[in-house]
């Protein structure tokens, strides 16, 4: 088969390069939520020790700390 | 050595990867039997060669998991057949898109390398509903060693079935027969597989930091809210680090 003409050949070209970006794209997206997810937690986790730490700063702080595992 | 920062490793794999692509478009010059079609090859090919090494050094994982018993190796295996998998993707797409544009068609069948490649993927493919079929976590990671180790093998044995199967259609753009590719067109090769194996290393890095980041979090959980504590079941279908690792080094 004889090579496409370039303005052919370059709708496959640009074609197989998006393909590749988007995968790459996809895959850092999801784990960028995972650790999104991972740091959303930690600072729930930070404030549930911090008001365990000093429960006279807030007294309710029990039920804060429930509420923030819900 | 030092070993690089994630950051530095990410950072590395963008601007070689640039250059690469940069040296694909106005450096490398036509192929004078495919034309600018086969630009394709300098994606295509280095995705095909990080994807099958990275099924092996996930059964070289398999192995010093199973020596040591220690679980980060079960981590990397699973980590490196992931990412391999997800590079299986991109080489079948690219693939089918080249075949479209220079054979007409978007697959063959009686094509070896296609055909190798499409068997390793689908092989590879087993792995998660094997892995996560067995619900106690040190038989699945030894269950899990013993697949990379044996798919490991067998991919190097397909690679070299593949090679010296006599192919009539499927080029050997990369070859080094009859001369092998001019300078400028290695140069350009080498600099895109370069990068697409930094890239390779650099995502494997991100989701181990991940999964170690993970496995913090939850040992952290259960330190303050004590042992009752339980971990969301939907997002624990991969294998979990231990407890005491912290670094993906």
Same mark, same amino acid.
């Given at each position: 088969m004889p090579a496409l003409?370039?303005?052919e050949a370059?709708?496959y070209v640009?074609?197989a390069?998006?393909?590749?970006?988007?995968?790459?794209?996809?895959?850092?997206?999801?784990?960028?939520?995972?650790?999104?997810?991972?740091?959303?937690?930690?600072?729930?986790?930070?404030?549930?020790?911090?008001?365990?730490?000093?429960?006279?700063?807030?007294?309710?702080?029990?039920?804060?700390?429930?509420?923030?595992?819900? | 050595?030092?070993?690089?920062?994630?950051?530095?490793?990410? !950072?590395?794999?963008?601007?070689?990867?640039?250059?690469?692509?940069?040296?694909?478009?106005?450096?490398?010059?036509?192929d004078?039997d495919q034309g600018f079609i086969q630009k394709i090859f300098?994606?295509h090919? &280095?995705?095909?060669?990080?994807?099958?090494?990275?099924?092996?050094?996930? @059964?070289?994982?398999?192995?010093?998991?199973?020596?040591?018993?220690?679980?980060?190796?079960?981590?990397?295996?699973?980590?490196?057949?992931?990412?391999?998998?997800?590079?299986?993707? @991109?080489?079948?797409?690219?693939g089918s898109i080249w075949a479209k544009a220079s054979w007409g068609k978007w697959?063959v069948?009686?094509e &070896?390398?296609?055909?190798?490649?499409?068997? +390793?993927?689908?092989?590879?493919?087993?792995?998660?509903?094997?892995?996560?079929? !067995?619900?106690?976590?040190?038989?699945?990671?030894?269950?899990?060693? +013993?697949?990379?180790?044996?798919?490991?093998?067998?991919?190097?044995?397909?690679?070299?079935?593949?090679?010296?199967?006599?192919?009539?259609v499927h080029p050997?753009v990369?070859?080094?027969?009859? @001369?092998?590719?001019?300078?400028?067109?290695?140069?350009?090769?080498? +600099?895109?597989?370069?990068?697409?194996?930094?890239?390779?290393?650099?995502?494997?890095?991100?989701?181990?930091?991940?999964?170690?980041?993970?496995?913090?979090?939850?040992?952290?959980?259960?330190?303050?809210?004590?042992?009752?504590?339980?971990?969301?079941?939907?997002?624990? !279908?991969?294998?979990?680090? &231990?407890?005491?690792?912290?670094? &993906?080094?």
């Amino acid at each position: 088969m004889p090579a496409l003409p370039l303005d052919e050949a370059g709708k496959y070209v640009a074609a197989a390069y998006v393909v590749f970006l988007t995968l790459v794209l996809v895959y850092v997206a999801i784990m960028a939520a995972k650790v999104a997810r991972i740091q959303r937690e930690l600072s729930e986790l930070a404030d549930l020790a911090e008001k365990e730490r000093h429960p006279e700063a807030n007294p309710r702080g029990a039920d804060a700390g429930a509420q923030g595992n819900a | 050595m030092k070993v690089p920062s994630l950051r530095d490793n990410a !950072i590395a794999a963008a601007l070689v990867l640039c250059a690469g692509f940069a040296l694909v478009f106005f450096y490398a010059p036509l192929d004078a039997d495919q034309g600018f079609i086969q630009k394709i090859f300098y994606l295509h090919v &280095p995705l095909a060669m990080c994807s099958l090494a990275g099924f092996v050094v996930g @059964g070289i994982f398999g192995i010093a998991h199973l020596r040591t018993g220690k679980s980060i190796y079960d981590v990397r295996s699973y980590v490196s057949i992931h990412l391999s998998v997800i590079f299986g993707v @991109g080489v079948l797409v690219t693939g089918s898109i080249w075949a479209k544009a220079s054979w007409g068609k978007w697959w063959v069948w009686d094509e &070896p390398t296609l055909v190798s490649f499409l068997i +390793v993927f689908l092989l590879y493919a087993t792995y998660y509903p094997l892995r996560y079929a !067995i619900e106690d976590r040190d038989r699945q990671g030894r269950y899990a060693s +013993v697949f990379a180790i044996t798919a490991g093998a067998f991919v190097p044995l397909n690679f070299v079935a593949v090679r010296m199967a006599q192919s009539l259609v499927h080029p050997r753009v990369f070859a080094t027969a009859n @001369g092998g590719l001019p300078g400028s067109m290695l140069l350009t090769f080498l +600099v895109c597989l370069a990068g697409m194996a930094l890239l390779w290393i650099a995502l494997v890095r991100f989701e181990l930091a991940a999964k170690a980041a993970s496995a913090s979090l939850s040992r952290l959980r259960r330190a303050i809210e004590g042992e009752e504590y339980a971990p969301p079941s939907g997002s624990r !279908i991969a294998p979990r680090l &231990p407890t005491s690792a912290t670094s &993906p080094s």
